[in-house]
């Protein structure tokens, strides 16, 4: 499963959420951190990993940045 976060508003209640149910899930889940257009939303990105599901691999949807890592994960 990919689970997408919006790293410019972080992880959310309702993510927090899903993120809970994901877990009890049992099933291997990545996430991809969205919205990373530079190496600036790096921190925003790293700051996943609370939410218990493993490395979050920043994406762009806009510039295609880290698409192919997100398909090798």
Same mark, same amino acid.
């Given at each position: 499963?990919?689970?997408?976060?919006?790293?410019?508003? #972080?992880?959310?209640?309702?993510? *927090?959420?899903? +993120?809970?149910?994901? $877990?009890?899930? &049992?099933? /291997?889940?990545?996430?991809? !951190?969205?919205?990373?257009? #530079?190496?600036?939303?790096?921190? *925003?990105?790293? +700051?996943?990993?609370? $939410?218990?599901? &493993?490395? /979050?691999?920043?994406?762009? !949807?806009?510039?295609?940045? #880290?698409?192919?890592?997100?398909?090798?994960?």
């Amino acid at each position: 499963m990919v689970f997408v976060v919006d790293t410019t508003v #972080g992880a959310t209640d309702a993510d *927090e959420r899903v +993120a809970r149910v994901l $877990l009890r899930s &049992g099933k /291997p889940v990545v996430v991809a !951190a969205n919205k990373v257009d #530079g190496p600036a939303g790096e921190p *925003e990105a790293a +700051a996943l990993w609370n $939410l218990g599901l &493993g490395e /979050p691999h920043p994406i762009s !949807a806009i510039h295609g940045r #880290g698409s192919g890592e997100l398909l090798d994960a």
